[in-house]
T-cell receptor
Framework: DSGVTQTPKHLITATGQRVTLRCSPR?????VYWYQQSLDQGLQFLIQ???????AKGNILERFSAQQFPDLHSELNLSSLELGDSALYFC??????????????FGEGSRLTVL | AQTVTQSQPEMSVQEAETVTLSCTYD???????LFWYKQPPSRQMILVIR??????QNATENRFSVNFQKAAKSFSLKISDSQLGDTAMYFC???????????FGGGTRLMVKP
């Protein structure tokens, strides 16, 4: 158990809909990262928050947004869903950065299926 | 842009044997960390081993070790005495300059056969 909690584990929805994925980081970790894992794109970094502030943005679509709340949990909002958004969405947290050798602790992921 | 390349999409090994997974990367940095992550069928990503570029000694964690060749920008993972539980996807990862994102390779699917 990594200590990172993601909900829901599975989600099936229709095109055009909006969903929210939730992540609670490990106790004490201030950084939260969101990654998308799809068959054709592999693991792609979406966005990072540190103590409530956005720190880095990767290949995140404009239809997607995220935020980190004062209690440090984070939500990833996906709107106007398309078939291609079907993927496994990971949340990870860390105490220090990768540059300092910091390990990312991953949740079990949220499997999103768009029909 | 940083790139991380894993040239072996799939590999298999017999139980108790040794297997080496390859990874190459591209960077102009001098000091950095490299990581290998494992994703078993349960799908959770788990850190296997990390290597600091400044250290000449290759990192070792029990049955897992790396062969780090800085000049060649190569970072391979060796699994000794392979076990059935080692069956998983393995990803090599490299952090960006700010350390706030990891670039992952495409992964190698390893099957350990009994």
């Amino acid at each position: 158990d990594s200590g990172v909690t993601q909900t829901p584990k599975h989600l099936i929805t229709a095109t055009g809909q909006r969903v929210t994925l939730r992540c609670s980081p490990r106790s004490g970790d201030l950084s939260v990262y969101w990654y998308q894992q799809s068959l054709d794109q592999g693991l792609q970094f979406l966005i990072q928050y540190y103590n409530g502030e956005e720190r880095a943005k990767g290949n995140i679509l404009e239809r997607f947004s995220a935020q980190q709340f004062p209690d440090l949990h984070s939500e990833l909002n996906l709107s106007s869903l398309e078939l291609g958004d079907s993927a496994l969405y990971f949340c990870a947290s860390s105490l220090t950065s990768g540059r300092a050798g910091g390990e990312l602790f991953f949740g079990e992921g949220s499997r999103l299926t768009v029909l | 842009a940083q790139t991380v390349t894993q040239s072996q999409p799939e590999m298999s090994v017999q139980e108790a044997e040794t297997v080496t997974l390859s990874c190459t990367y591209d960077t102009s940095e001098n000091n950095y960390y490299l990581f290998w992550y494992k994703q078993p069928p349960s799908r959770q990503m788990i850190l296997v081993i990390r290597q600091e570029a400044y250290k000449q000694q290759n990192a070792t964690e029990n049955r897992f070790s790396v062969n780090f060749q800085k000049a060649a920008k190569s970072f391979s993972l060796k699994i000794s005495d392979s076990q059935l539980g080692d069956t998983a996807m393995y990803f090599c990862a490299f952090p960006n300059n700010a350390g706030n994102m990891l670039t992952f390779g495409g992964g190698t699917r390893l099957m350990v056969k009994p």
